[in-house]
């Protein structure tokens, strides 16, 4: 058998010819005998069976047996066999995978150019325009401005209009024009204000009400915005007394003397010698009137009403006035 070379999957493997017949050693008959069965010749031998019996076939000697059996056997010219290498089946074409994907995303891309190019087309093709002019809409629309879907209009015949429609532009506007509008905002009320205002209102009152004719009556207080007094606390605890720190004193006077005496309020500068503060304000002062005709009556009022305070504390509290028209 032939030997294969380089084994499965390579070259046709190397022939080996076909052993060669000897003749036999001397002293053996020249013919056959004459009895005993002709040895069989192998199906596709290329030698001839021998002509009589005593004779045998010798056996070819071959190299080693392939390690794999070829798939044919054929004969070659001048005798020899011919081993036939099965050749490996013809691999797969490879799949064009990438090919494919690449026609895909171009199919793609021309879908979303086409697709963008008929949105462009009919944006600017309004109902009523003439196709004839849609390639100057898509440059620059009429007047050189891109046309939009509000620049045209379609009345009740289908005819094309050019009716405006209310912009509706939501940018705020520049326009600073002054309001014809004069009056002034209401400001937040002022307690300080307010109370300022209300003892300035209760000055004028007593001045109009009351007749300065020399009598006697009683000073419970002489204050102006910013007094410091250490010798009385406001409501809330310090020493210094503004508007509303003054009122709270008339307002809390009026309860505990108003049953006993009147109470009104004069300025500084309206009655006897006048006097104002460092800024030239006039104090409010807080006089009560009981139809006093001396001094030493005023004097026993104010230890009545106030008998908790010491002789400083009185003094400073309730003092004899007397109502004489105002001088230098």
Known sequence: MPEAVGGPGSASPTVVPAPVWSAPASGWP?????????????PGYPHPAPAAQGWTLPTPQFAAAPTAVP???????????RWEQPQDPAPAPPRRGGAGLGILVGVLVACLVLGAGAVAWFGFLQPGDDPSTAADGALGGR??????PADDATDEDGAGTTDETPSTDTTPSTDTTP???TTPPTPPPDPEAEAVSMLDALAAQGRSTVQLDGRWVAQLASKSVGTNDPLQTTESGGHVFYG????????????EVGDTAHLFVLHSTD???????????PYWITLADAGFSSREEVLAFCSRTFPTLTVEQLQNACAPRTLEPSHP
């Open 179 to 181: 309001s014809t509008d």
């Open 271 to 281: 009655f006897g010698r006048r006097s104002t503060d460092g800024y030239g304000r």
């Open 143 to 148: 007047g050189g401005t891109v046309p939009s």
């Open 244 to 255: 509303t720190d003054i009122l709270a004193e008339y307002e809390r006077l009026e309860q």
């Open 71 to 81: 798939a044919q056997v054929a004969a070659s010219p001048g005798g020899s066999v």
């Open 30 to 42: 020249a013919s056959a005998p004459a009895s005993g069965p002709v040895p069989a010749v192998p």
